[in-house]
């Protein structure tokens, strides 16, 4: 029997998977390799931290996360890079004699007499999930190429770079293109922003200049600056990767990219290319699917919140709205209730534009306006599937709003987002579409405002003295300014000295109450829906992001940037 069959039966037997999820995924393991233990948390059957500490119970051996650790170069150089990826494993420590290796699979002891008769050394085994050693592979034994390195093997002599737009022609532009310089500047840009963990990465010409930025945890960083005349050069570069026209210069175009990063990582770039007047701005959004968070647990909510959110989601019918501005991640908390929804009984579809992440089991459609596939055309289609649940991926107009309505109130979960401020001026946006008062009131459970918070850098935050005056004009009750600590991030090499690390969503949460539905169907304002709401329980975005600030997640500048005072 292989290991990775007893690896399924045991979880099986544990009943950390079901018999058919556990099929399923060794299906997908003969079609697409990779172990199963890689198939399972891919296909969000079992989460990794759950895969890592069974395996470390089932081995007695200890577990590591990889991404909480960093490895010295003296170790890495300890194993090369072909023995890494052959066996799945990463040198992590050494000790004396002993070197501590982290294993997706401590039973290898082929791998183990391998590593000892390289090293000289004794091995001692830690477990990680695969999806870590492939991170850590990627992040340490990757060539660390900078971008003065690359510049440096611009020759002038060498590199045909055009200069006049009237000279420019296909040929031209593809044989530019083809230079070895340009493609592993690239190279470089694209997996220097995966390194960084950008979401988007900018590449703008203009007159004298072009500039590369990264936008990271919502903040755009300028990384560098090629030369100008490079920049044809460069977007025809990226223009043939994402298989576009590059002779066409006068018209938005949008492709795709996608990069295998190791055996099983892929990592696809959404790429728009849009013409300015020095040339053409190209904008390359970064679609990690191992990054996306689906455990609702993890995405920022307080435990009261959650449970209200909870309850709603798994009302049989009705409409919930997540309602914010682009980026604050609304797109992340609907694919996690898609996730929590998604069993064998359940027929779930979606209309997205565009689809983001593929979700095993999920009926996902891409629109397309220009053949007439839009949000309200897909939403009527979806009614004669045979819908459970379906997810609007926007309600821009009185004709989605009138569609999704109706299905809530006929026996369907509708989940969708809307772009405003927050969750009481969400009634006042359907009632301006021109939706009746008492259908708002009737097919509305939930309304859920969200924003996206920079969170602390854990390695270097640190305790600074604010006045009093301050969080009190920020929302703190006078009573508890005594005690309340606030944080700042110093910035070290972790952070990028930025004093921030990630991102975690803030929430409010506005289930609808019978007195909520009494005040919409007697025409209340908004401002008289959020007194009550409040008064009922639901805590403002601002509130929340003060919690979040007690605790030291985030910093008083985030606050005060991200959430407007109530």
């Given at each position: 029997?292989?290991?990775?069959?007893?690896?399924?039966?045991?979880?099986?037997?544990?009943?950390?998977?079901?018999?058919?999820?556990?099929?399923?995924?060794?299906?997908?393991?003969?079609?697409?390799?990779?172990?199963?233990?890689?198939?399972?948390?891919?296909?969000?059957?079992?989460?990794?931290?759950?895969?890592?500490?069974?395996?470390?119970?089932?081995?007695?051996?200890?577990?590591?996360?990889?991404?909480?650790?960093?490895?010295?170069?003296?170790?890495?150089?300890?194993?090369?890079?072909?023995?890494?990826?052959?066996?799945?494993?990463?040198?992590?420590?050494?000790?004396?004699?002993?070197?501590?290796?982290?294993?997706?699979?401590?039973?290898?002891?082929?791998?183990?007499?391998?590593?000892?008769?390289?090293?000289?050394?004794?091995?001692?085994?830690?477990?990680?999930?695969?999806?870590?050693?492939?991170?850590?592979?990627?992040?340490?034994?990757?060539?660390?190429?900078?971008?003065?390195?690359?510049?440096?093997?611009?020759?002038?002599?060498?590199?045909?770079?055009?200069?006049?737009?009237?000279?420019?022609?296909?040929?031209?532009?593809?044989?530019?293109?083809?230079?070895?310089?340009?493609?592993?500047?690239?190279?470089?840009?694209?997996?220097?922003?995966?390194?960084?963990?950008?979401?988007?990465?900018?590449?703008?010409?203009?007159?004298?200049?072009?500039?590369?930025?990264?936008?990271?945890?919502?903040?755009?960083?300028?990384?560098?600056?090629?030369?100008?005349?490079?920049?044809?050069?460069?977007?025809?570069?990226?223009?043939?990767?994402?298989?576009?026209?590059?002779?066409?210069?006068?018209?938005?175009?949008?492709?795709?990219?996608?990069?295998?990063?190791?055996?099983?990582?892929?990592?696809?770039?959404?790429?728009?290319?849009?013409?300015?007047?020095?040339?053409?701005?190209?904008?390359?959004?970064?679609?990690?699917?191992?990054?996306?968070?689906?455990?609702?647990?993890?995405?920022?909510?307080?435990?009261?919140?959650?449970?209200?959110?909870?309850?709603?989601?798994?009302?049989?019918?009705?409409?919930?709205?997540?309602?914010?501005?682009?980026?604050?991640?609304?797109?992340?908390?609907?694919?996690?209730?898609?996730?929590?929804?998604?069993?064998?009984?359940?027929?779930?579809?979606?209309?997205?534009?565009?689809?983001?992440?593929?979700?095993?089991?999920?009926?996902?459609?891409?629109?397309?306006?220009?053949?007439?596939?839009?949000?309200s055309s897909s939403l009527r289609s979806f009614l004669r599937q045979d819908p459970d649940i379906i997810l609007v991926g926007e309600?821009?107009?009185?004709?989605?709003?009138?569609?999704?309505?109706?299905?809530?109130?006929?026996?369907?979960?509708?989940?969708?987002?809307?772009?405003?401020?927050?969750?009481?001026?969400?009634?006042?946006?359907?009632?301006?579409?021109?939706?009746?008062?008492?259908?708002?009131?009737?097919?509305?459970?939930?309304?859920?405002?969200?924003?996206?918070?920079?969170?602390?850098?854990?390695?270097?935050?640190?305790?600074?003295?604010?006045?009093?005056?301050?969080?009190?004009?920020?929302?703190?009750?006078?009573?508890?300014?005594?005690?309340?600590?606030?944080?700042?991030?110093?910035?070290?090499?972790?952070?990028?000295?930025?004093?921030?690390?990630?991102?975690?969503?803030?929430?409010?949460?506005?289930?609808?109450?019978?007195?909520?539905?009494?005040?919409?169907?007697?025409?209340?304002?908004?401002?008289?829906?959020?007194?009550?709401?409040?008064?009922?329980?639901?805590?403002?975005?601002?509130?929340?992001a003060v919690t979040k600030l007690s605790e030291g997640t985030t910093t008083l500048d985030e606050v005060s940037r991200v959430t407007?005072?109530?």
């Open positions: 029997m292989s290991s990775g069959a007893r690896l399924g039966e045991l979880l099986v037997r544990e009943r950390l998977i079901t018999p058919l999820q556990l099929q399923q995924a060794v299906e997908e393991q003969r079609s697409g390799g990779g172990r199963l233990g890689y198939q399972l948390t891919k296909m969000g059957f079992i989460e990794e931290n759950e895969l890592t500490a069974f395996l470390s119970k089932q081995y007695g051996v200890p577990s590591i996360d990889l991404n909480e650790f960093d490895i010295e170069p003296e170790i890495i150089k300890l194993i090369p890079k072909e023995v890494v990826l052959k066996h799945q494993v990463i040198p992590v420590n050494r000790t004396g004699s002993t070197l501590i290796v982290a294993m997706a699979d401590p039973s290898n002891i082929f791998a183990i007499d391998d590593i000892k008769f390289l090293t000289g050394y004794n091995v001692e085994v830690v477990v990680a999930s695969e999806q870590a050693i492939e991170g850590a592979v990627e992040k340490y034994y990757t060539s660390n190429v900078t971008f003065d390195d690359v510049m440096l093997d611009f020759d002038e002599d060498d590199v045909d770079v055009i200069d006049a737009e009237e000279d420019m022609n296909e040929l031209d532009l593809e044989k530019s293109a083809g230079d070895a310089p340009v493609i592993k500047l690239v190279n470089l840009i694209l997996l220097d922003a995966i390194r960084k963990g950008a979401s988007d990465i900018h590449v703008e010409p203009f007159e004298k200049q072009l500039r590369v930025r990264y936008r990271i945890d919502g903040m755009l960083y300028e990384v560098m600056k090629p030369p100008v005349k490079l920049k044809h050069a460069i977007t025809s570069r990226i223009k043939i990767m994402s298989q576009l026209d590059i002779a066409e210069r006068r018209l938005p175009q949008d492709g795709r990219i996608k990069l295998k990063m190791g055996r099983n990582k892929e990592m696809d770039f959404r790429v728009s290319v849009l013409p300015v007047i020095w040339g053409e701005k190209i904008v390359l959004r970064l679609l990690d699917k191992s990054n996306l968070q689906l455990d609702m647990t993890k995405l920022g909510f307080e435990e009261k919140t959650l449970e209200s959110f909870k309850v709603s989601i798994h009302q049989p019918y009705g409409m919930i709205l997540i309602t914010g501005p682009t980026g604050s991640g609304k797109t992340t908390t609907l694919y996690s209730v898609l996730s929590e929804l998604n069993t064998t009984e359940t027929n779930i579809s979606t209309a997205e534009d565009p689809v983001e992440y593929n979700l095993f089991g999920i009926n996902q459609v891409q629109m397309h306006d220009d053949i007439g596939l839009n949000f309600i821009r107009d009185f004709e989605t709003a009138e569609i999704g309505i109706k299905a809530a109130l006929t026996g369907h979960l509708v989940l969708s987002t809307l772009h405003t401020n927050d969750a009481p001026s969400s009634v006042s946006r359907l009632l301006n579409m021109g939706i009746e008062p008492f259908l708002v009131a009737s097919a509305v459970i939930l309304i859920g405002a969200q924003r996206l918070l920079r969170k602390l850098c854990v390695e270097c935050r640190e305790p600074v003295e604010v006045p009093r005056q301050v969080l009190i004009d920020l929302g703190v009750h006078p009573d508890e300014v005594e005690d309340f600590v606030v944080q700042r991030g110093a910035g070290c090499r972790v952070c990028n000295n930025t004093g921030y690390k990630g991102r975690i969503a803030v929430y409010e949460i506005m289930a609808m109450s019978e007195e909520l539905r009494e005040f919409v169907l007697n025409g209340a304002s908004t401002l008289e829906l959020k007194r009550e709401a409040i008064r009922q329980g639901m805590k403002s975005l601002r509130m929340s407007a005072a109530d």
